[in-house]
């Protein structure tokens, strides 16, 4: 059974720093591409990174780069997204997803496992 659950979220001030995890099983973790999309509260889904099967190649959308890194560690099959100078407009639901797509998919249609995602919500 493929699981990918994420953990990590919570509540952070501005300015603050959070690092997800998504916990990859039932799949060769180290063949696929993984990704991380958000959920804003009202909105649709939105890409925000994505990172090649290698971990080599790392993609991001304007509005997350200099502060979001995506990282993985396929001896833990495991993806990472740390986040830093958090603002409210990061407040979403982070879901991770694979996709055994070749090279760094950018496309949600291209995700065929996805987990059940972890809450960010940035107030003061």
């Known amino acids: 059974e493929v699981r990918l659950v994420e953990s990590g979220g919570g509540l952070v001030q501005p300015g603050g720093s959070l690092r997800l995890s998504c916990a990859a099983s039932?799949?060769?973790?180290?063949?696929?591409?993984m990704t991380w999309v958000r959920q804003a509260p009202g909105k649709g889904l939105e890409w925000v990174s994505s990172i090649i099967n290698g971990g080599g190649t790392t993609r991001y959308v304007d509005s997350v780069k200099g502060r979001f890194t995506i990282s993985r560690d396929n001896a833990k099959n495991t993806l990472y997204l740390q986040m830093n100078s958090l603002k409210s407009e990061d407040t979403a639901v982070y879901y991770c997803?694979?996709?055994?797509?070749?090279?760094?998919?950018?496309?949600?249609?291209?995700?065929?496992?996805w987990g059940q995602g972890t809450q960010v919500t940035v107030s003061s």
């Open positions: 997803a694979a996709s055994n797509v070749l090279g760094v998919p950018l496309r949600i249609q291209e995700y065929d496992y």
């Open positions: 039932g799949f060769t973790f180290s063949s696929y591409a």
